[in-house]
């Protein structure tokens, strides 16, 4: 099985940027989707971006033009840098990862997911 560790939060004025990383290990898979998701207390966890085997890319409407999820195959890591941060992206971030696709929606991505991660805080001060 795969195992996921995320790193990179932090805490950042609004404004700011930070890049969050998540390191796969374990399984090797041929297709899948790996994704962001985001939880507040209180609330349902939220999928923010996703990047297929094949480098598509599928974005929350509250984070497009903000974030941007990429992947390094070499080094079996994801990415998430996030510029322009708001207050309302305080959250806990989870990366994940579902086989064998995206699915075209984040319902259909959890129902194909596998793995969580542990979560890296990101806190954004106004």
């Known amino acids: 099985q795969v195992q996921l560790v995320e790193s990179g939060g932090g805490s950042v004025q609004a404004g700011g940027s930070l890049r969050l990383s998540c390191a796969a290990s374990?399984?090797?898979?041929?297709?899948?989707?790996m994704g962001w998701f985001r939880q507040t207390p209180g609330k349902e966890r939220e999928g923010v971006a996703a990047i297929a085997s094949d480098s598509n890319t599928y974005y929350a409407d509250s984070v497009k033009g903000r974030f941007t999820i990429s992947k390094d195959n070499v080094k079996n890591t994801l990415y998430l840098q996030m510029t322009n941060l708001m207050p309302e992206d305080t959250a806990m971030y989870y990366c994940?990862?579902?086989?064998?696709?995206?699915?075209?929606?984040?319902?259909?991505?959890?129902?194909?997911?596998?793995?969580w991660g542990q979560g890296t805080e990101v806190t954004v001060s106004p």
């Open positions: 374990g399984e090797t898979y041929s297709s899948y989707c």
């Open positions: 994940a990862i579902a086989r064998p696709s995206c699915g075209g929606s984040w319902t259909l991505f959890r129902r194909y997911l596998e793995v």
